[in-house]
């Protein structure tokens, strides 16, 4: 019999972690899917060049959002539990991100340590409100109700906060609206810091941590514990009779997508320079399921890529929509889980694969 | 042979239904015991309690020397009890080669996941069904997987809830070829079954239930012989 990985030397280990770039959690595989996905980073990366700074820091604001629909991914697509508050990770460590630079500055890089302890406090956050749920035996739509009476009270809490009493440091809550004049992503550099206000700094910043994030994502699906988690979907009983703990790993798995959700929130504060209680409110906490569902939870990539498109078709409805994008965003919702339940993307990329393989006979 | 299970004094009720009513049962190392009787006698509660489904209200088991009685479920799996259910509890969105590798991933002991999977493939007869969608297997194949993944987490003890319920005559037979094989590996196997060749088959040792207690228990010549036990099965009384 061959030897398993950890029996493997380093390189040899390397290499098995690669080949996890690939496996049955993730849909798309060899040349033509690598290829395509290396085009399109590279039609990514050169976007800049052929726009204005403006569109490109608003591209930006698309690439931010991306980390925590991947997240509601893991929890949801891969784990099954509806979260329904990922907002509240977002709002926590956006505020954080606030309050740690307005207290800390942003000299020596202090900036980037923020973002990290901010994405390390949302994903702590996320493990204790996990605990609760799951050691607790909540199941099913009631972790929906959980998860969106969290982030709705922590809305309303944040909301009240208008007070002088209601300061951290130097860093004023500032109630219903919110935190501003925090310091954008600041990184220390010879002959002066370079400030990654929204345009091609920060999008190329995001573009990296984008892709880094989605293979690092992949990854880990298609790993031991990523099979665990598609098995706790699937039939989470049997799971707790082949002699894992379920609870811990959904646990996990509700953390690794909370810190996700903090990495977008503290990268959105970084971005606007201001955090509100109502990211934390009904219709932000709906958005991501929207996206989610519309490009296909239950894939990785389908999700990367319907959120962006959403995203984008989000925007153009509201400049030139008004209030009916919501209105048209709900019925997307609705007319996804009615005709392609498993979500657009990947219906169109299975359809794909069909007519490739098609092509091949 | 040494005892690998011991149950003193188990009791369990919910309300005013006694579904184990101070069960005192044994079972050695290396046997195949099959559990039986009429329906509504506690087999299935018995296994539960065995896997920590149910808290006992009273008695203790004991498991290969330790006490599990306050042990979750997952922990008792650790120890080395493993179990098949009634209804198949596949993974039924997911390949077989998919089930197979969360059963086994954790258990290869230096040997190759591929290797494994395929000796368990051959093992339950489903080569060439490796990338097959688990519920799309046929109701005796879906048995058979699940006994696979049973069989993956290296159990000392095999609890089995009827496990040729749906199967033809044919699946039926295999399966109890196949229970062998892994009872001569030195898993020691306990069985809820209603079909009494199945149980000629495979058990050595019978356990009659019925309400809860133990009524009997026997070779299979001796239980087949056993005054009461059609009694208590037909509801006749002219045996």
Known sequence: ?361 | MSEILKVEGLRKAFGGVVVANGIDFSLSAGAMHCLIGPNGAGKSSFFRLLLGEHAPDAGTITFDGGDITGLRSFQRIRRGISVKFQVPGIFKALSVRQNLEVAFQDHLHGHSLDATIREMLEFTDLQGEEMTPAGILSHGQQQWLEIAMAVGVEPKLLLLDEPTAGMSPDETHKTGEMLHELNARGITILAVEHDMAFVEQIAERVTVLHFGSIFTEGTIAEIIDHPGVQEIYLGTSDV
């Not at chain 1, 997307?332 to 169109?348: D, K, M, Q």
């Open chain 1, 1 to 361: 019999m061959t030897p398993t990985s950890s029996t493997l030397a380093p390189r040899s280990r390397a290499r098995v972690l690669l080949a996890r770039l690939e496996g049955p959690q993730t849909m798309g595989r060899g040349p033509a899917f690598w290829g395509t996905a290396f085009l399109a980073v590279a039609a990514a990366a050169a976007y800049p060049l052929m726009a204005d700074a403006w569109t490109v820091g608003n591209a930006a604001y698309f690439l931010i959002w991306t980390f925590m629909a991947m997240g509601l991914g893991v929890v949801w697509g891969y784990a099954g539990a509806l979260s329904f508050g990922q907002t509240a990770f977002f709002g926590f460590a956006g505020y954080a991100y606030g309050v740690l630079t307005l207290n800390l500055g942003a000299a020596y890089g202090l900036t980037f340590v923020a973002l990290a302890l901010s994405v390390a406090f949302g994903g702590l956050f996320a493990l204790v409100i996990g605990y609760f749920m799951f050691y607790g035996r909540i199941q099913g739509v009631f972790i929906g109700i959980v998860t969106l009476s969290v982030t709705l009270v922590l809305e309303t809490f944040m909301a009240q906060t208008a007070g002088p009493q209601w300061r951290i440091g130097e860093a004023r809550l500032n109630g219903f609206n919110g935190m501003s004049g925090m310091p954008p992503l600041t990184l220390p550099w010879f002959g002066g810091d370079i400030l990654l206000y929204p345009g091609p700094s920060l999008y190329y910043l995001l573009l990296g941590l984008v892709v880094v994030c989605y293979l690092g994502l992949r990854i880990m699906l298609n790993s031991r514990f990523g099979n665990v988690l598609v098995a706790i979907r699937e039939n989470p009983h049997r799971v707790g009779m082949l002699g894992y703990d379920v609870r811990l790993y959904q646990m996990l798995a509700f953390g690794i997508g909370g810190a996700f959700a903090a990495l977008s929130g503290a990268l959105y504060t970084a971005w606007g320079q201001y955090i509100t209680p109502s990211s934390m409110g009904l219709t932000s906490a709906a958005l991501p399921i929207v996206w989610v569902a519309v490009g296909g939870r239950r894939d990785i990539t389908a999700t990367l890529i319907g959120t962006l498109v959403v995203l984008a078709g989000f925007q153009s409805l509201t400049i030139y929509g008004s209030q009916y994008a919501l209105v048209v965003m709900g019925t997307l919702l609705l007319l996804t889980v009615l005709a392609a339940p498993e979500g657009l993307v990947v219906g169109a990329m299975k359809l794909l694969g069909r007519v490739f393989q098609r092509s091949k006979r």
